[in-house]
């Protein structure tokens, strides 16, 4: 019976990786692009987003640790402070205000080495977006990449409650390379 119990637990879990990307791809994104937080502890979970349609560069290299810092100001839309903090790192940034490129071009100017863009519609956890140019001709090589912005919403929260100036991330995460482990996604995401 205790095996019977298992090999139904094996099975589910399974499933459940199964449905997870079925409901990815059921999006309609071609490739999300995963990250894992390890600092502050109680948001280290798996987290997707979804890169740019038609502007931005890639990853070049894994990042095991690199800093996540919110931008200041947070939508990235005017000239950046703090930039010796942001030098070589991953910049948060909200959504609104001006175009996904004008933000990505800020934290580029400002030595940022990606950006994430999270929505500004906080319970809106369901919808990644296409990020598309603005027309604009100067295109931002950094990699930028949509978060959904419940996903922001508590990263940030997180870092304010602990008085923390940024997150610790592993970025891109091979997915592929995890499948015999659990996936470990936020809880507030299913
Ligand atoms: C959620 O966000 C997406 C992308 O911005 C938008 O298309 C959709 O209408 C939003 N849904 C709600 C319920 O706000
Ligand atoms: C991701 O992991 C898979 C499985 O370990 C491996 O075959 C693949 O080459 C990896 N991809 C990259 C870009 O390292």
Redesign the pocket.
């Known amino acids: 019976m205790g095996n019977v119990c298992r090999t139904a637990a094996i099975a589910l879990c399974l499933w459940s990786v199964f449905m997870h990307f079925s409901r990815l791809s059921a999006l309609g994104v071609n490739e999300l692009l995963y990250f894992r937080v390890i600092s502050p502890e109680e948001i280290g979970y798996l987290f997707s987003a979804a890169p740019a349609k038609d502007f931005g560069g890639t990853f070049t290299s ?1 990042y095991d640790e690199i800093f996540l810092v919110p931008a200041d100001p947070a939508d990235g839309c005017s000239e950046l402070t703090d930039r010796e903090i942001l030098q070589g790192q991953v910049i948060l940034v909200e959504r609104g205000g001006c175009s996904f490129v004008q933000k990505a071009r800020n934290v580029e100017e400002a030595g940022g080495k990606a950006v994430l863009i999270a929505d500004n519609a906080e319970d809106n956890d369901s919808q990644y977006l296409d990020m598309v140019t603005d027309g604009s001709t100067a295109k931002p090589s950094i990699p930028a990449l949509f978060l959904l912005g419940r996903d922001g919403m508590m990263i940030r929260r997180s870092l304010q409650r602990q008085a923390l100036p940024w997150a610790v991330i592993s970025i891109p995460v ?1 997915v ?2 995890l499948a015999s482990f659990p996936f470990k996604q936020p809880p507030w995401t299913l």
Request: charged share 0%.
């Open positions: 894994f091979n592929s390379a």
